[in-house]
């Protein structure tokens, strides 16, 4: 077994994808080993980033099972595999894993802010409880009932759910400083193109959505309340632009619609211009003056680069940002003419990032919070081996290195993962190797060790764990 932690990577979605992408630069860093396997749009955002350690595989021909197979085969001595929940390959993914390669740990990361997503989470539902463990983005959302249907929830009792708060950051950051210096060059060039006369009007991107309720509710209700809205508000200062989603503009159900709204509403004096978009969706987040979306995973991202953002549909729907209160809703005409007119200049202000942070479930820390996630399914991997095996002096030489290396964390995840298992045999020998590490570690390291169980086993059910760990910093 490598005393770094290996961990797989299964990418089939571009947004998990993303995640996984800097997760890989990340353990990377922190001297962990990493393989990726991804397809399709995934495996474009790996190439993008330039993860070298990306390893396609196509699921147009081959067949699934064999290639999920082929992908747990190479990699029987691994310390984890993560895979995505938003496509059902991932299923075959954490099945193949379970009977081809045992000993690997298997997780499930749900990369999604919300509890709720209609297509996400019906497969989410498939994938989540065949893994040992769910991670995920959200941190909050280990608190959260999860659906898989609106009323159906999603047992993970057993799935020992995990937040790491993580989030793009980065990404919402820059583009907030693109907006500062491109903004209003962006907005000019887009009112030249479509021969608009400047005369200070707000743009406003709706976004889109991909999912039935959006295309048959929520998009057609936004259109009939900018129908009524105008007959009581002049609604020609706001040009609205629509950014389809990638997956919808192939069908282009919703380009249809506005198609036959603007014949019916467009050339009416007080009806605003309303023109789809021709570029990506990055280029529309530094032109918005306003976003207006129906459900959307880049709703975080609108708050973090300080975009002002109202929700729009035929009825509310709870998402990460109703819930905080970092927009405004818009269900009638009267509430959409109320939530244009209060839309605020453009600002450059940065948003107050704590508030924001905790209501959206992000921590700064996440990349430790991952790697005492890997470190503990390391530990965990190597308690099994010593359990079982018979040449058990070699597989305690490993756990003295485990612990010596992973520190706090792996220390404190053997004496849990003893405790729990009930075992005799594992936690005497838990706490000898612990004991023996701790003598030759320094007042600092011994230091750093008291204040882990400090923080870390507060909770009742850890008051045995935590007493033993005590005595042996003692």
Same mark, same amino acid.
């Given at each position: 077994?490598?005393?770094? +932690? ?32 991804? &397809? ?46 938003? =496509? ?9 894993? &379970? ?12 990369? *999604? ?24 983005? *959200? ?20 799935? =020992? ?11 919402? /950051? ?17 009112? %030249? ?16 959505? *991909?999912? %039935? ?6 998009? +057609? ?18 040009? #609205? ?18 198609? /036959?709204?603007?014949? %019916? ?16 969706? &990055? ?30 549909? =035929? ?28 839309? +605020? ?71 849990? =993962?003893? *405790? ?25 390291? #011994? ?12 909770? +009742? ?14």
């Amino acid at each position: 077994m490598s005393l770094l +932690p290996a961990v797989v990577f299964v990418a089939c979605h571009g947004g998990p994808a993303d995640h996984f992408a800097t997760f890989t630069q990340g353990l990377l860093q922190e001297g962990c080993s990493v393989q990726v396997h991804a &397809t399709g749009a995934a495996l474009t955002k790996f190439t993008d980033r330039n993860v070298v350690q990306a390893k396609p595989f196509s699921l147009l021909s081959d067949d699934e099972d064999q290639v999920a197979i082929k992908i747990a085969k190479a990699h029987t001595k691994a310390t984890a595999v993560i895979t995505d929940v938003g =496509h059902p390959f991932a299923a075959k993914i954490q099945k193949a894993f &379970t009977q081809y390669a045992p000993k690997v740990r298997r997780l499930a990361y749900y990369d *999604n802010p919300e509890k709720y997503v209609p297509g996400y989470s019906e497969t989410a539902a498939t994938v989540m409880p065949l893994a040992e463990k769910v991670l995920f983005a *959200n941190e909050k959302l280990i608190k959260e009932e999860l659906l898989s249907a609106p009323g159906t929830k999603i047992d993970l009792s057993s799935n =020992h759910p995990r937040g790491i708060g993580y989030y793009p950051v980065a990404q919402a /950051e820059a583009l907030f400083l693109r907006r500062q210096s491109e903004h209003e060059t962006a907005r000019a060039a887009l009112l %030249e193109k479509l021969a608009f006369p400047d005369q200070g009007q707000k743009v406003l991107v709706y976004f889109g959505g *991909n999912n %039935e309720l959006y295309f048959s509710k929520a998009f +057609p209700s936004f259109l009939d309340f900018l129908k009524q809205a105008m007959t009581k508000s002049d609604l020609s200062k706001y040009l #609205i632009v629509l950014q389809q989603h990638p997956s919808a503009k192939e069908k282009n159900l919703d380009g249809i619609k506005l198609q /036959e709204w603007l014949k %019916e509403c467009g050339e009416a004096a007080a009806a605003p211009k309303i023109v789809i978009s021709d570029f990506d969706s &990055t280029k529309a987040q530094i032109i918005a003056d306003g976003a207006l979306y129906y459900q959307t995973s880049m709703g975080p991202q609108f708050v973090i680069a300080a975009i002002p953002t109202v929700q729009v549909a =035929h009825e509310t729907y709870d998402d990460l940002l109703v819930r905080n209160k970092l927009c405004q809703t818009v269900t009638n005409k009267n509430e959409l003419i109320i939530a244009f007119d209060k839309l +605020p200049p453009f600002s450059r202000e940065a948003p107050a990032q704590a508030a924001i942070f905790s209501g959206l479930g992000i921590r700064t820390d996440w990349l430790a919070l991952l790697k005492k996630v890997v470190i503990e399914m390391q530990v965990e991997q190597a308690l099994d081996a010593l359990k079982s095996n018979l040449a058990r002096p070699i597989f305690s030489r490993q756990v003295s290195k485990l612990m010596r290396q992973g520190g706090p964390v792996a220390i404190v995840s053997a004496m849990s =993962h003893a *405790n729990k298992a009930g075992d005799k045999f594992l936690q005497l020998a838990c706490s000898s190797i612990a004991k023996l590490v701790l003598k030759r570690s320094s007042a600092e390291q #011994i230091s750093a060790f008291r204040s882990y169980v400090t923080s870390e086993l507060q909770a +009742p059910q850890h008051s045995i764990v935590r007493y033993e760990c005590e005595q042996l910093a003692n």
